[in-house]
């Protein structure tokens, strides 16, 4: 620019001196100076330079600037955006990997989670319930023995039936001639409840 070209041999000054005056490199200064735009970053900075350049200068930053964007801005090689911050595209990327596994690390805990409720509520009766609702016997005590989940509570017709370590229980019941209802009740931890429901049929006069 001519103008900061004029003003800098008036005042005796050099691009070396202007340089540590304003904080701007040099080779940004001989490129405006020069009108080699290819040479300099993006507009936005080029602006700034040309403010504090004309602030320095005593010259009017305005016009300066307006009488760059006319003789310059449709030249090729000028940049009319700032440069990418690779910073944050890093940063964009990282936090779009931390919120991914993220989502990952929820969806295994919630199928684990669901696997867990699932399992905790098994049921398995030994014979003769076994793969039967109904049962018909002769014997007035009736022995029930099977296997629940560790984690699951059972209640055999309100009653709490305790299994051993590895969720075996025996429970004996006295039967009553005719229908006799037997409700199994399960509950987690979580407090998920199921309730299975067998059918005795004592009947004393019946050989089997």
Known sequence: MEQIKKVLQKRKLDVHKLAELSGI??????????????ELPAIPYVRGYILRIADILKLNGKELWKDFKEQNLKKPGIKDRLPANRFEVKNFRRFFGVLLLFFLL????????????N???KLCLASPLIGSDRVVVNQPIFTIRGKISPNARLLINGEEVFSNQNGEFYKEILLEPGINPIRFNLKNFLGRT??????????PDVEI
Not at 25 to 37: P, S, Y
Not at 106 to 117: C, W
């Open 119 to 121: 399992n905790s509520l």
């Open 25 to 38: 490199q040099e080779r940004f200064i001989n490129a405006l100076i020069q009108g080699k735009v290819e």
């Open 106 to 117: 929820m969806f295994f805990l919630i199928t684990q989670a669901s696997q867990l409720i």
């Open 194 to 203: 199921k309730t299975i429901t067998k059918q005795v049929y004592y009947l």
